[in-house]
Structure formats: C-alpha cells, structure tokens
C-alpha cells in the first residue's frame, strides 16, 4: 500500500499509480465536499482514458448507495465502495483473486447496484423548483427561555491539561472507527477497552512530551437572529468543542440537563446540538472564515488552509445551540 497523504490532486494519484503499477486506486473522503471531487476525479480519469484503474472510494461523507449507483454510473471503470480499512481490505483481496484467476466477471464493480433513489441530480433539481424557505415543525416551542450568555464577543483560554479532556474521549469511536481495532477471541466491549487503553496512555504520553497536542478553545456567545434560511449573527445584543461544549453549557446554565453518563452525552443526550462545518448539517466549509473571524482563532494557533480545513490538523470548530429541540439534521 502506498499511502499519499491528506488533500492529494488526482495528478499525484495517477502518477503514482503509474510508477507503482498500482492494482487499485483508494480515495476517502471526510467531508460533504469530496463527494464532488470524487466524481470530478472520476470523470477526469474518464477524460484520460485512465479507467483501466479500480478505484475505492470510502470516509464518511459517502455512502454504498452513492458509490455503487451514483458514481458507478460516471466512471467506465469498476468502482467498489469500502465502508472502513477492513472492507477495503476484502475489496483489494477480490479483485486480486478475480485478477490471478482471470475470471473477472464483466458486471463486478460495475453493475449499478445500491438502493433505488432518484438520482441526486434529479433531486436537487426538484429541491430547486421549491421556494427556498425555513419551516419550523409546529411540535417545535418557540417560547424557550433564551439563556443569559456571561458574556458577549469571544475568548481564549490556555494552560488546559491533557487529563483534562482525557475523560471526554469517545473510546467507542476511537478505537474501533478511527484506529480500526476489533475485540479480540473471546473478549466483550469492555475487556477489548481494556487491553487499548494502555496504548492510548502511551499516545497521549508521547503528545505530552513532545508537546505536539496543546488543547487551547477560544470560544464566544454572539446574538443571533434567523432571515429566511440564513443565520444572521449581531455584533452586540441591542437587535438592531464535547468538554468545551460542556463548559459552554455550563455558562448559560442548562448544564444540568444532560445525561446522567458519559456515554449519553456521545447521543446527544443534552439540551441544544453542536453542529461542525463540513458536516451534513452545515456542509459550507467556506463558513469557517465566518468562524474565525468571530472567534478570532489565530489567537490559539489556528489558522484555515485553502480548502476551509483548520488547521493543525485536529482542530474543530461547531455552532452550539440551547434549543431542547435542536438535533442532528442533513442541509438541503
């Protein structure tokens, strides 16, 4: 496997996938944009007639049904979706097999399969032919007392142990989404943590040290009003990150509603919702600048790359609101 990093042009892909003699091309994407990029690469390769070139497309902004139906039907070449590393790993392990063999059946990777939705084009322009307009569902109160922020504009703070936020670490996520380990024979969920956890002590040891993770937020309480679809954010009140989330719930006070457990507050089971750009409720990464201006992140270190992302690399930015209705939602 020839890994070439984050943010990679298609050329470097080709490229190496030419000195290689790669079997397969893998491409992940984590935000809402890289599903235009993949499919811009995809008819590129097109273009170039390049499509003798398996490609794997996963991460979380696809998902089976847009690869095998949508994408399939762009590119000439066979395209598989891989849901993680493991599923990847079978994909490559197929094609392999079919390829030493040389019984590759004409319709693998290339059949459109998936569930039987419109196309996106065909629903975004029926979403377009609707007036564009915000609609409150009428269960949703509007009567909510909006609670007193301490204070208006921004702020920083520094100093923040890692053992402060160490409690805070999803080790579901962490574990099996994003380090990609699984229990082992005849272990259960909580002897697998076990066994990882001294792994992680060492990980946050070495960050320690080396001072290569230096938690700093810089966060703000500004008044807000809604336009039609738009967020209208106010300079003053007069109306003309989860353990920061937490500390913000903790300043306006409804702190006391959340979960009993930790795990709770993983579902969400909290007053209001924090919503990360690029995301499917806020998939405008352009947003960010709104952000950083606001919050003036630079302050911290943080700065925004050519595509929007924060940088470094493991920096976050979300809009957090009080609303008890307030869920997770995808942006039309």
């Known amino acids: 496997v020839h890994n070439l990093g984050t943010k990679v042009p298609l050329q470097e892909f080709l490229d190496a996938a030419e000195s290689t003699q790669a079997d397969a091309i893998g491409m992940s994407g984590l935000l809402v944009k890289s599903t235009l990029v993949m499919r811009e690469n995809l008819e590129a390769m097109n273009e170039r007639n390049l499509a003798n070139y398996p490609v794997i497309l996963g991460g979380a902004a696809l998902n089976r049904t847009y690869v095998e139906r949508d994408l399939r039907e762009v590119y000439d070449g066979q395209v598989f979706y891989g849901k993680d590393a493991f599923d990847g790993l079978d994909v490559v392990k197929r094609l392999m097999s079919a390829k030493q063999r040389g019984e590759v059946a004409p319709g693998f990777g290339r059949e459109v399969a998936g569930r039987d939705l419109p196309r996106r084009s065909e629903r975004q322009a029926a979403e377009a032919d609707e007036a564009a307009r915000f609609v409150v569902p009428p269960t949703v109160a509007k009567d909510v007392p909006v609670p007193t922020p301490p204070f208006l504009g921004s702020r920083v703070a520094t100093g923040i142990?890692?053992?402060?936020?160490?409690?805070?670490?999803?080790?579901?996520?962490?574990?099996?989404?994003?380090?990609?380990?699984?229990?082992?024979?005849?272990?259960?969920?909580?002897?697998?943590?076990?066994?990882?956890?001294?792994?992680?002590?060492?990980?946050?040891?070495?960050?320690?040290?080396?001072?290569?993770?230096?938690?700093?937020?810089?966060?703000?309480?500004?008044?807000?009003?809604?336009?039609?679809?738009?967020?209208?954010?106010?300079?003053?009140?007069?109306?003309?990150?989860?353990?920061?989330?937490?500390?913000?719930?903790?300043?306006?006070?409804?702190?006391?509603e959340d979960g009993a457990a930790l795990a709770g507050i993983f579902r969400q089971r909290f007053r209001g919702g924090r919503y990360s750009w690029g995301y499917p409720a806020c998939p405008n990464q352009e947003d960010q600048e709104k952000v950083g201006d606001l919050v003036e992140m630079g302050r911290i270190g943080v700065?925004?790359?050519?595509?929007?992302?924060?940088?470094?690399?493991?920096?976050?930015?979300?809009?957090?609101?009080h609303h008890p209705a307030a869920k997770y939602f995808v942006a039309r």
């Not at 700065?303 to 609101?321: F, M, N, R, V, W």
């Open 303 to 321: 700065k925004l790359g050519e595509e929007y992302q924060l940088e470094p690399e493991q920096s976050t930015s979300a809009i957090i609101c």
């Open 161 to 256: 142990g890692l053992g402060e936020i160490v409690e805070w670490i999803n080790e579901t996520a962490l574990f099996r989404n994003q380090w990609q380990f699984r229990p082992e024979a005849g272990e259960d969920d909580a002897a697998s943590k076990e066994r990882l956890r001294p792994i992680l002590r060492e990980h946050l040891d070495t960050a320690y040290d080396r001072r290569v993770l230096v938690p700093a937020p810089a966060w703000g309480y500004f008044p807000v009003n809604a336009d039609g679809n738009d967020l209208v954010v106010r300079q003053d009140d007069d109306r003309k990150a989860e353990r920061w989330h937490r500390r913000i719930r903790e300043e306006w006070g409804i702190a006391d």
